[in-house]
């Protein structure tokens, strides 16, 4: 599993120009899977999302909530994230997952961070998205998991 993760002041996601997920101050997730990704790959990156210090004050998005303050996640599933560049001029999608497998494992990450008391907004998997963001920092982590 792949995310790429940006500390935003605000973030949403469009679909067919219809707002489908916003959030205030957090991070936006952006989740790529393989096939080989399971429940041990979901628990680590929620956790990841949820512990890392990367927002103001080096802090994360529990200490925040901890705290009293708000913060939140933006979820959206990018296969792209595997695209496969060595070769040629197009990319090779082989590294993602199909999207029978990916989907549940980007819905169970989304469940694994509302578990833990963080809210989440989410994209719709599969559509095409138009994603209006605020990085702050700017800060962009990049994960393998």
Same mark, same amino acid.
């Given at each position: 599993?792949?995310?790429?993760?940006?500390?935003?002041?605000?973030?949403?996601?469009?679909?067919?120009?219809?707002?489908?997920?916003?959030?205030?101050?957090?991070? %936006?997730?952006?989740?790529?899977?393989? +096939?080989?990704? /399971? #429940? =041990?790959?979901? *628990?680590?990156?929620?956790?990841?999302? @949820?512990?890392?210090?990367?927002?103001?004050?080096?802090?994360?998005?529990?200490?925040?909530?901890?705290?009293?303050?708000?913060?939140?996640?933006?979820?959206?599933?990018?296969?792209?994230?595997?695209?496969? %560049?060595?070769?040629?001029?197009?990319? +090779?999608?082989? /590294? #993602? =997952?199909?999207? *029978?497998?990916?989907?549940?494992?980007? @819905?169970?990450?989304?469940?694994?961070?509302?578990?833990?008391?963080?809210?989440?907004?989410?994209?719709?998997?599969?559509?095409?998205?138009?994603?209006?963001?605020?990085?702050?920092?700017?800060?962009?982590?990049?994960?393998?998991?």
């Amino acid at each position: 599993m792949r995310a790429v993760l940006q500390r935003v002041t605000r973030a949403s996601v469009s679909v067919g120009g219809e707002e489908v997920g916003a959030i205030g101050p957090g991070i %936006v997730a952006l989740v790529g899977v393989t +096939s080989d990704d /399971g #429940a =041990a790959q979901v *628990a680590t990156l929620a956790r990841k999302i @949820a512990e890392l210090r990367i927002l103001p004050g080096e802090r994360s998005i529990s200490d925040l909530l901890e705290a009293g303050e708000p913060a939140e996640v933006l979820l959206i599933s990018q296969f792209t994230l595997y695209a496969d %560049v060595r070769k040629g001029r197009r990319p +090779s999608w082989n /590294g #993602a =997952a199909p999207s *029978a497998v990916a989907e549940p494992v980007v @819905a169970a990450v989304g469940e694994a961070l509302r578990a833990r008391g963080v809210p989440v907004a989410e994209g719709v998997f599969g559509a095409h998205m138009a994603v209006d963001l605020v990085n702050d920092g700017p800060v962009t982590i990049i994960l393998d998991v």
